[in-house]
Each structure stands twice: as C-alpha cells, then as structure tokens.
C-alpha cells in the first residue's frame, strides 16, 4: 500500500463550488504539505503543518483553507473554486530530522475547474 | 523567491553527462533535489547542507556553493531511466520551518 495517499485522484468541478482535497500517511509523519504544480511554475506551497495544532500558510494560500484532523490526515478545501485554480495538487509528509529531511509525495490530485 | 534552474530543457544521448544548476538569491540552509517522470510524483533525489552534509543516492552527485548559493546536480553516464524533469527545493531557515521553495524544474530527455 502507498504511504502518501490523495483522494480523489482526478476531480472536474465548477466555478464557485466548494471542495475538498483529501491526504492520508502511513508514515508517521508529523509534517504535512500541500503544493500545487502548474505547467511551467514548479511546485508552489499552499500550506503547510508541522502538527495538528500547527497550521502556516505558504505561498499562494489565497482562496484555500485547510485542516488537520490527525497525525495522518491534512485536508485542502477551495472554498470557492474558480478556473485559475486548475492544477495537480500535491500532498508531501516529511520526517524533519534536524535538516536533512526527504518529502514523500502523494500520487496527486488533477482539478479541473469549469 | 523561487530559485532559478538551468538548462530549461537538455536532450542528451544515452552515455553522456549532464550538469543541472540551481541557483537563489537568499542565503540557504540547504537545497534538495527531485526527479518527476511525467504523471507521477517527485521522487527524492538529494539533499546538501550547508557545511557539507549531504544525503542521497549513490548513483547522483551533487554540490552546494554555499558562498554563491549556488547547487549543480551531475549525471553521470546517463541512461534512459534518467529522463524527467529535475526540481531544486530551497530552504532558508533550517529544518524546513519554512517549507521548500522549488525551481520551475529542467526537463532531460535521454534518447537511446
């Protein structure tokens, strides 16, 4: 079984609807992420979390929101989706061991929004 | 500030060696590397330290110049399962307090 699971893997939606983004880990680790990728720009951080009472924003957290349920889980919600915000959406775990840290992608999540 | 990678693109035979360059205008704690085959997830490659430490695999090199901020990834006698696109992640603060900021990524086609 994976360790970093997304769900849903692929998800087609319209402008203005709310959804959400789901990320589970079996690795136990404590950091979470989430990135978005477009073509061309790389990975770009939405937030991040080092612990469920632990919430930052990254770079583009404008118009997404999140939440840490557990260890294990660390959700990304659009609150109202609009077209810019098509791209494949990634979760990473890491194991923050004093700086030489490896990130463990998920498989990603594709958004279309009409 | 994302951190500049170059080439963009390089296409190489099978056998031969590339250089990947990242480069940032922040002072950095360390850079990590990445390779993505197209429609999967980024695979942890390397990870240098400031002050020398590194962690890897043992089939990739890589340098951190941490006067000029500066990391280069080699590839070496290249081979077809090296293709994909490459993405540096900076961090500035140490230990990731501040997550990782990645380059818009170079893409190596390895042809037989």
């Known amino acids: 079984d994976a360790d970093v699971t997304q769900t849903p893997r692929n998800r087609i939606t319209k402008t203005g609807k709310r959804i959400m983004l789901e990320c589970s880990q079996t690795?136990?680790?404590?950091?979470m992420y989430w990135y978005r990728q477009d073509p061309g720009l790389g990975l770009r951080l939405i937030y991040y979390?080092?612990?469920?009472?632990?919430?930052n924003k990254g770079e583009i957290s404008d118009g997404y929101s999140v939440s840490r349920q557990a260890q294990a889980k660390f959700s990304l919600s659009l609150e109202s989706a609009i077209p810019n915000q098509t791209a494949l959406y990634f979760c990473?775990?890491?194991?923050?061991?004093?700086?030489?840290?490896?990130?463990?992608f998920g498989p990603g999540t594709r958004l279309l929004v009409l | 500030q994302q951190p500049v990678q170059s080439p963009q693109a390089v296409i190489l035979r099978e056998g031969e060696d590339a250089v990947i360059n990242c480069s940032s205008s922040?002072?950095?704690?360390?850079v990590h590397w990445y390779r993505q085959k197209h429609g999967e997830a980024p695979v942890f490659l390397m990870i240098?330290?400031?002050?020398?430490e590194q962690k890897g695999h043992e089939k990739i090199s890589a340098s951190f110049n941490e006067k000029k901020q500066q990391s280069s990834l080699y590839l070496t006698a290249s081979q077809l399962s090296y293709s994909g696109t490459y993405f540096c992640?900076?961090?500035?603060?140490?230990?990731?307090?501040?997550?990782?900021?990645f380059g818009k990524g170079t893409h190596l086609i390895i042809q037989p």
């Open positions: 992640g900076t961090d500035v603060s140490g230990g990731g307090a501040d997550g990782l900021t």
């Open positions: 979390s080092f612990d469920v009472k632990d919430i």
């Open positions: 990473a775990t890491s194991d923050g061991t004093g700086g030489l840290e490896t990130q463990y």
């Open positions: 690795k136990g680790h404590d950091r």
């Open positions: 240098l330290l400031k002050g020398g």
């Open positions: 922040k002072a950095l704690y360390s």
